[in-house]
C-alpha cells in the first residue's frame, strides 16, 4: 500500500514556475514508476510524466516537452515535477500516481489527491 500527498501548487504567471512535490509512504516506494497527471476542468485526466522505479528511464507528453521535468529522490520517498515556461493551459489539478511505467492512467494502482495550478494571463 502506497499513500501519496502532492503539494506546491498554486497560482504564477504565464512564464512563471513551480516545482510540484509527492510524498510517498511506505517501504515499497522505489518498487514503483511514478507518473504525473493532470486534469483541467471539463476535461478528462492527461498524461504528464512518468519515471521508472530507478529513475533511469523518463518520459513526457509532447505538449510539457522541454518545459517539464520529472525526477524522483528514492531516499526522500519524493517524486517532483518541475515546471517551467508555464502557460495558461497548464492550469489544472495535478495528480501524482504510482505504479507500472507507462503513459496510461490505469497502469497506476494508487492515487494522490491532487494539487491545483493555475497560470494566469
Known amino acids: 500500500q502506497v499513500q501519496l500527498v502532492e503539494s506546491g501548487g498554486g497560482l504564477v504567471q504565464a512564464g512563471g514556475s513551480l516545482r510540484l512535490s509527492c510524498a510517498a509512504s511506505?517501504?515499497?516506494?522505489?518498487?514503483?514508476?511514478m507518473g504525473w497527471f493532470r486534469q483541467a476542468p471539463g476535461k478528462g485526466r492527461k498524461f504528464v510524466a512518468a519515471?521508472?522505479?530507478?529513475?533511469?528511464?523518463?518520459s513526457h507528453a509532447d505538449s510539457v516537452k522541454g518545459r517539464f521535468t520529472i525526477s524522483r529522490d528514492n531516499a526522500k520517498n519524493t517524486v517532483y515535477l518541475q515546471m517551467n515556461s508555464l502557460k495558461p493551459e497548464d492550469t489544472a489539478v495535478y495528480y501524482c500516481?504510482?505504479?507500472?511505467?507507462?503513459?496510461?492512467?490505469?497502469?497506476?494502482?494508487?492515487w494522490g489527491q491532487g494539487t491545483q495550478v493555475t497560470v494566469s494571463s
Open positions: 511506505g517501504r515499497t516506494f522505489s518498487t514503483y514508476a
Open positions: 500516481a504510482a505504479g507500472t511505467y507507462s503513459p496510461r492512467d490505469y497502469d497506476y494502482d494508487y
Open positions: 519515471i521508472s522505479w530507478s529513475g533511469g528511464s523518463t
